[in-house]
């Protein structure tokens, strides 16, 4: 097991993260993501509002796309300028409102998602895009002060089954 590998586990082991579990549990695992623990409690909490909790099994379902599809395209995964960040989002649209998760990846196939954020409220409002990816950043230097994430701005060498495509969002 590599030294990243055994800081993930003990990060789990810990409850920094959590490992998404897919669904069927018999599904193939094909990658790896984990979830901060903020973001696993602000997916997993219990709501009343019937369309906030349709909303959040339908990220759940949108993130367990990552371990569980073969192929994975620009518009689900999408790198974040600038790219020396390493930060990442995953576009989870459907339903209405669509949302944002951002996360780094640890080494190819094992993807940290951070935080979340509501796309209408990250507009076009650069502000907001730089909050979003800083807070990305500061739980991941939290969970992991000794490792660096993948400065990779080619997905298919961080993604099996990535298809060629632009991964960048300007």
């Known amino acids: 097991m590599s030294?990243?590998?055994n800081i993930?586990?003990?990060?789990?082991?810990?409850g920094q993260?959590?490992?998404?579990?897919a669904r069927p549990l018999s599904a193939p695992r094909i990658r790896s993501l984990y979830l901060a623990e903020e973001l696993?409690?602000?997916i997993y909490e219990t709501r009343v509002?019937?369309?906030?909790?349709?909303?959040?099994?339908?990220?759940e379902a949108t993130l367990a796309e990552f371990v569980t599809s073969r192929t994975?395209?620009?518009e689900y995964l999408c790198l974040l300028t600038p790219t020396s960040e390493c930060v990442w989002e995953i576009r989870s649209v459907?339903?209405?409102p669509s949302m944002r998760v951002f996360g780094l990846f640890a080494e190819r196939d094992s993807f940290i998602a951070t935080n979340f954020e509501y796309r209408e409220v990250l507009s076009d409002d650069e502000i907001q895009w730089d909050l979003q990816m800083r807070t990305a950043k500061h739980v991941w230097t939290r969970i992991?002060?000794?490792?660096?994430?993948?400065?990779?701005?080619?997905a298919t060498q961080l993604v099996t089954g990535a298809v060629h495509g632009k991964y960048f969002k300007k």
Do not use: G, S, Y
């Not at 993260?17 to 579990?21: F, G, M, T, Y």
């Not at 019937?50 to 099994?57: C, E, H």
């Not at 992991?144 to 080619?154: G, H, I, N, Q, V």
């Open 49 to 59: 509002n019937r369309a906030d909790t349709a909303r959040f099994v339908a990220l």
């Open 3 to 5: 030294t990243i590998r």
């Open 17 to 21: 993260l959590r490992i998404l579990q």
């Open 94 to 96: 459907r339903p209405k």
């Open 72 to 74: 994975l395209d620009p």
């Open 144 to 154: 992991f002060p000794a490792l660096t994430p993948r400065d990779e701005t080619d």
């Open 8 to 14: 993930i586990a003990a990060a789990v082991a810990n």
């Open 40 to 42: 696993f409690d602000a």
